[in-house]
């Protein structure tokens, strides 16, 4: 690898555009309207034609102008298409932005003929061109994408940080935005504006492509990973940088290790980010998808050990004298987990010293049958509390007392039993057993699972 | 300096995408190689270059062995994303082909790579194309995971697949460019399209994918519909909801795929958007909406493609588009089922007739009252006594200017009369009729206080706003439920006071 100044460069343009896109992209992310980034940021196309074709000029001033009207007009033309003709929000989007790219086309192939350009340039960028334009600022000859997409950063953060109660309010509930006095549809378009200008502003540097990408890609991974605003903006940002130094180290790295020379820097910028939300997505704490299949798993294993528990104290119950003791066989098929979930149960109890095995098969532990004693009166506390309460015949309380035995806190149980006056026995006819000391480790964990378990 | 690659002569074939590269060069100073004076030139330059006669003679019989290609091409084209549009439109997916068709260029660059790696020519249409679908799939698989498995929702996942699956692509396309085996020119035109170099092995194939579109799409018509409409009733009914999906993904992939290389990406996203959004003013029956969605497609391609074979620099991929936008337009207007015009009418039509009846109603009860209803049993009014616009417009809150456009349409169907400018009278029609909806209103308003616990001072507003749209056998229900306790009179009288007593 080769690092140069020219590099250094790049990297700098990459970064401010990344950041500039993501803090805007929390809001498009968050009002679920991501994909007007991308319907933006190809409608813009006939705003610039037109820009030039009536000034003249390629000043940057015109172009965001011109950029600026026709992003407000794509957000107004789909709304109107969607209250007038009562067309799909997502559709008239698409009828719009389409129409509007291909009236741009056609407007700059009207003048073509004396261009000889390639075309990556809008989509792909030509960010590796950046370091040969630039400026004198203080003694320092910086490249001209770099201080325009600088002065977009600060001026998005501006944005962001002026109208931060504005735009988290509209963001949330519009609303409620709207009975507080904050103009919901007026933030609205504001937003619209500056996603147009900023599009515009890296379209030179690093193409439409990496626009959208850094519009929803960091947001997204920002709202996987955290549930508060502030953190999310300042997290979207940081896997937008992370992304734009990594992407480009990629570029010049990646494809030599394969025997090819390097790449398009914005395209692998793009497909960092990509990976980096890809990584977020199945490894977010909370929200990540693996986690929440171990979150689930660990649940699954829980309730398939009380499972175990709560089927080996009925059957000491059921027959004291001979105390029949199970083989792990029957245990599967009476839990009704699978084979692997209940021999996973067992070993677990064994590991918990809840159930020993001898000889003949599985036998609680003292330890295990006190657990289980705990269980079994949920249950039954459960099933007496609602024949008292809820007008259900007897054969219908099992399954839900079932369900619900694994998540009764300690503290609900004697709520219930307190509720239950001198009752020893439940709707069945069997003996409710007597509330422990809360030794049993049941409790902490169904406080701590409750909410999820509820939710899976 | 890694821009050489960056900078070519312009290829004949690749016209949209020197529009687009006259984009950049408008748009930014950074763009070498653009000298201003020409461009300017140029842009001074913008008479279209009408066709002569004989040009237009030629195009219009399909003389041409090529306009004939290209026009039967973009025709079948928009007819067959025209009709698995519909289904994508009413399922709400409709810019799962944005992303689709984004999706699909890493696959054209991989398949490039390995078919140059396996020592071939890495052009191979089919190959490419087999590379697109294959990648569409796994981009529309990622969709759905992040959909399903993540709390963000269908938006974000569409504009993640779509970015990082088109900078995948360009950067494999980047690394395809400087491959000394074979050139990768063209492969751009999956970008951009080249409608106007179609050959006839492309219309063959659009021919044969419309074919196989529009079977399917017959042959699974009920099930699709079911899907669009009520998939949870389908599913309750046993039928295979992924599998249908997946049917009808792979059909937009395919014609997406296969639309790529006509139009380009982004406006093959417009064929797949517009015709059916245009097909929804039109019609109520999906079986119709299909057909004229198609049909619009259809006209789109076959004169947007001639359009672009007359007049010279015209790029036929936007044409189609543009001309598809004006259909869309003219349908959002003038579409005779949920048109803007249709839908002003009909609310007019309702609006006028509610006008007419408040004004009869106001005009009787007046009259009810004026002839001393004091034991609450109305007389028979007779025509004849009259009541000023004045007394009227303190009634209801209407303008007066909305009273008098309500009299004079009343007037014009002979329902009331107005003496010498002020006094208004009823006429027998009118009598008939304003006691017809009286009934009505009193009807609903026992009702309410009858069936519904409603107290009676609350009745009235509910049922001035009902009573316009009680039809014959609603009030013969009315009638047959209220009778079953004790007889309705003719006209029974206002259970509550009016006003003005």
Avoid at chain 2, 249 to 268: C, D, E, H, K, R
Avoid at chain 2, 386 to 408: G, K, Q
Wanted: aromatic share 6%.
């Amino acid at each position: 690898m080769n690092w140069t100044s020219l590099d250094s460069w790049i990297v700098a343009a990459g970064v401010l555009c990344a950041g500039s896109c993501a803090l805007l992209g929390n809001f498009l992310v968050l009002r679920r309207m991501s994909m007007m980034g991308d319907a933006i940021s190809h409608a813009v196309l006939p705003g610039l034609a037109i820009a030039f074709l009536t000034t003249g000029s390629r000043g940057s001033v015109p172009m965001f102008v011109g950029a600026a009207v026709v992003g407000i007009l794509t957000a107004v033309f789909t709304q109107w298409i969607h209250t007038l003709g009562k067309v799909e929000e997502s559709a008239s989007m698409g009828v719009v932005f389409t129409a509007m790219f291909a009236a741009g086309l056609i407007l700059i192939v009207r003048a073509a003929d004396a261009v000889d350009l390639d075309p990556g340039c809008v989509l792909y960028g030509a960010i590796e061109l950046i370091p040969l334009d630039v400026r004198p600022v203080l003694g320092f000859m910086v490249p001209r994408a770099v201080l325009i997409l600088g002065g977009m950063f600060a001026a998005n953060l501006l944005f962001t940080l002026l109208f931060y109660k504005e735009l988290r309010i509209s963001a949330f509930d519009p609303a409620l935005a709207s009975t507080l006095g904050i103009s919901a549809r007026l933030m609205h378009y504001l937003l619209m504006t500056a996603v147009a200008i900023t599009t515009v502003a890296c379209f030179e540097s690093v193409g439409s492509i990496l626009v959208i990408a850094m519009l929803i890609v960091p947001a997204s991974a920002a709202h996987l990973l955290t549930d508060r605003y502030g953190v999310m903006l300042i997290l979207s940002v940081l896997i937008a940088v992370a992304g734009a130094i990594l992407g480009h180290l990629a570029a010049i790295t990646v494809p030599a290790r394969f025997g090819f020379s390097d790449t398009s820097t914005s395209g692998m910028m793009a497909v960092t980010v990509g990976l980096l939300f890809a990584l977020v997505m199945f490894l977010a704490p909370r929200h990540g998808v693996l986690s929440k299949l171990v979150h689930r798993w660990l649940l699954s294993l829980r309730i398939a050990c009380e499972d175990v528990l709560g089927l080996l104290y009925r059957l000491e119950e059921a027959d004291p004298v001979r105390q029949p003791a199970p083989v792990a066989g029957m245990l599967h098929s009476a839990v009704g987990w699978s084979p692997w979930m209940s021999r996973l149960a067992l070993a677990s109890l064994r590991r918990r010293r809840q159930v020993r095995r001898d000889p003949s098969g599985y036998r609680l532990t003292s330890h295990g049958r006190a657990v289980a004693a705990e269980l079994v009166r949920a249950h039954r506390l459960w099933e007496t509390y609602l024949a008292k309460h809820l007008p259900l015949a007897a054969d219908h309380l099992h399954d839900s007392a079932d369900r619900t035995e694994h998540f009764l806190s300690h503290p609900l149980r004697e709520a219930i039993a307190a509720d239950l006056p001198g009752v020893l026995r439940d709707p069945h006819g069997t003996n409710i057993p007597a509330g422990d000391a809360p030794r049993a480790d049941l409790t902490s964990k169904s406080a701590v699972h409750g909410p999820d378990a509820e939710k899976g | 300096m890694r821009s050489e690659g960056r900078f070519r002569r312009r290829r004949p074939s690749c016209l949209l995408g020197s529009a687009l590269a006259l984009g950049a060069a408008v748009c930014f100073g950074a763009a070498p190689r653009v000298e201003a004076a020409s461009a300017r030139g140029s842009i001074a330059d913008t008479s279209l270059a009408w066709p002569s006669p004989e040009e237009l003679a030629r195009v219009l019989t399909l003389s041409d062995y090529n306009t004939r290609v290209v026009m039967l091409g973009a025709t079948l084209l928009g007819l067959a994303s025209g009709i698995i549009g519909t289904f994508m439109l009413l399922r709400k997916r409709a810019l799962m082909g944005d992303a689709l068709s984004h999706a699909t260029l890493p696959g054209i660059g991989l398949a490039f790579m390995v078919m140059a790696a396996a020592g071939g020519t890495g052009k191979y249409l089919p190959g490419l194309l087999l590379g697109a679908m294959i990648s569409g799939a796994i981009g529309l698989g990622c969709v759905l995971a992040i959909r399903s498995w993540t709390r963000l929702k269908e938006d974000a996942a569409l504009g993640i697949v779509l970015s990082v699956f088109f900078g995948l692509g360009v950067a494999l396309l980047g690394i395809v460019q400087k491959m000394d085996t074979g050139s990768a020119a063209g492969l751009e035109s999956f970008i951009y399209g080249k409608t106007a170099s179609m050959l006839s092995g492309d219309a063959a194939l659009i021919a044969g994918a419309a074919a196989v579109i529009a079977l399917t799409c017959a042959a699974l018509f009920k099930e699709f519909a079911l899907l669009c409409f009520d998939s949870g009733y389908a599913r309750a009914q046993g039928w295979p909801i992924t599998g249908l999906d997946v049917v009808m993904m792979v059909l937009v992939v395919g014609v997406t795929v296969i639309g790529l290389q006509a139009v380009g990406l982004i406006l093959m996203i417009a064929l797949l958007v517009i015709p059916p959004a245009a097909a929804r003013f039109w019609t109520n029956h999906l079986s119709a909406m299909v057909l004229v969605s198609g049909l619009i497609g259809a006209l789109s391609g076959l004169l947007g493609a001639g359009f672009s074979a007359l007049v010279p620099r015209l790029p036929a991929g936007a044409i189609i588009v543009v001309v598809g936008s004006l259909i869309f337009g003219f349908s959002l207007l003038f579409g005779p089922a949920r048109g803007w015009l249709a839908r002003t009418l009909v609310q007019r039509r309702l609006s006028r007739k509610v006008l007419r009846q408040n004004l009869l109603r106001a005009m009787f009860e007046y009259h009810e009252q004026a002839e001393g209803a004091a034991a609450g049993v109305a007389k028979e009014a007779s025509p004849g006594s009259s009541l000023t616009v004045a007394e009227l417009l303190a009634r209801r809150a209407w303008s007066l200017r909305t009273l008098r456009r309500t009299l004079r349409a009343a007037q014009r169907d002979r329902l009331v009369r107005v003496d010498a400018g002020v006094c208004v009278v009823l006429t027998r029609e009118g009598l008939a009729e304003a006691q017809r909806v009286v009934r009505n209103h009193r009807l609903w308003e026992i009702y309410l206080i009858t069936h519904a616990d409603i107290a009676p001072s609350h009745v009235d507003r509910d049922a001035d706003e009902l009573e316009h749209v009680l039809g014959a056998t609603m009030v013969r229900s009315l009638e047959e439920r209220l009778a079953e306790e004790r007889p309705v009179p003719a006209l029974p009288p206002s259970p509550h006071s009016l006003v003005g007593t």
